[in-house]
């Protein structure tokens, strides 16, 4: 059994949003509240961070490495439990410095991780040679995956899944963003494990539920062997709705302003534009063109990313005259 470190706030809260509810006149909509997983702004990553930076320690590593976008969640989470557990952090970001850092990208600063800028250069390639840097230099570095999503990270979901059963095991749905895996994977493995029989249904940020799906279930079984447990999943096991692509990665569309106005203004509710706003855009829609019907119970897992509400290119976007 993999060891974990302990810094979550966990269990987090599931929550009823009844006003939610009444004004899309639907099903009863519930909330799990990962944004306040409890370090630095929270999220989904740190679940699965106590699991990768115990296996880091187990390593004898003194440095994580990590990928991602400028507004990247996982980075930041990454930058903050290194400062929490003591370890040096460098963070290889897609792009260009931006002239005036902020949401994630600031606080990846402002908790002291390095950050190594890809440029014009394929980001994976200056992540390897970063990798090389450090070894040579005798840093120990320890590779955290993209996203956090390797079986390992996937263990903090499968035992989120376990905690949300421990709430509340009458749920018909469970929906969420889905983006590299790690998440889905742990909750689809959680649900076997411990007993759930309502769905699991990813909404894709950026993938092709083809591909994803495919991704999920091999990561769900390479999951099921770090526990020694012995569960088969095929990309049919695992639901994934990609109808929300919109334009793409970190776009902030129509659908997802409305998602995260409606959230806001029903509930007091924040989400971020990225991730949980294009899975609650998702919700919504399938609520109003009945997919989900009024008898139901929904739980929509907040994963977090409320960071980026306040980088420059949405924040200008949100409040409009
Ligand atoms: C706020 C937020 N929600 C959801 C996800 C997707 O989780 P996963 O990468 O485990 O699929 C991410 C990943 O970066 C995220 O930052």
Known sequence: MQSKL???????PVEALPRLSARLKGPQIFIKRDDQTGLALGGNKIRKL??????AQAHGARTLITAGAVQSNHCRQTAAAAARTGFACILVLTGERPPNPTG???LDLFLGAEIVWAGGSDREQVLDQTFDTVLKTGGKP???PYGGSNAIGALGYVFAMQELLDQDPSLDWIVFPSSSGGTHAGLALGGRMFGYHGGILGISIDNLASEL????????????NCLGEDHRFSAQDILVN??????GYGVMGEPEIEA???????EGMLLDPVYTGRAAAGLIDLIRNGFFTADQKILFWHTGGTPALFADQYLSRLLKP
Do not use: C, W
């Open 6 to 12: 302990n810094f979550a706030h966990l269990p987090t």
């Open 50 to 55: 106590e699991f990768l930076l115990a296996d």
């Open 104 to 106: 994630n990208n600031f």
């Open 142 to 144: 320890y590779l955290i």
């Open 213 to 224: 799906s495919q991704k999920v279930a091999m990561l769900a079984e390479e999951t099921a």
């Open 242 to 247: 990609d109808d929300y692509l919109g334009a």
């Open 260 to 266: 995260l106005s409606m959230f806001a203004r029903s």
